[in-house]
């Protein structure tokens, strides 16, 4: 049974900087790209990053690009992801989220119906 487990939200100042966690378990080698999405009240879920699990392909939403950086820690079965530059508008529930089969993601990654296992989130509010 896959289980994916945010941790490493916080309520924090403009400009400070944040790494959320994914832990896994449970998935097999056919699992194939891992995905980070956040949801802000009164919002749609939105894509923030995606990274392949086979090649290592790494998306971005434009708001987050140049900021945010998604990795991986093989060994410990944990996703990353690494927010510098917090802005009041990355306040959001962060969820991370697997899809298991192959499908070319380059434009389509944001879609959240395409991911078969989330996690229950972790909150992240930037305030001063």
């Known amino acids: 049974q896959v289980q994916l487990v945010e941790s490493g939200g916080d309520v924090v100042a403009p400009g400070s900087s944040l790494r959320l966690s994914c832990a896994t378990s449970?998935?097999?080698?056919?699992?194939?790209?891992i995905g980070w999405f956040r949801q802000a009240p009164g919002k749609e879920r939105e894509g923030v990053s995606c990274?392949?699990?086979?090649?290592?392909?790494?998306y971005y939403a434009d708001s987050v690009k140049g900021r945010f950086t998604i990795s991986r820690d093989v060994s410990e079965n944990t996703v990353y992801l690494q927010m510098n530059g917090l802005k009041p508008e990355d306040t959001a529930v962060y969820y991370c989220a697997v899809r298991r089969k192959p499908l070319v993601l380059r434009n389509i990654w944001w879609l959240s119906p395409l991911y078969d296992n989330w996690g229950q989130g972790t909150q992240v509010s930037v305030s001063s």
């Open positions: 449970g998935l097999t080698p056919d699992y194939y790209a």
């Open positions: 990274l392949g699990l086979s090649d290592s392909s790494t």
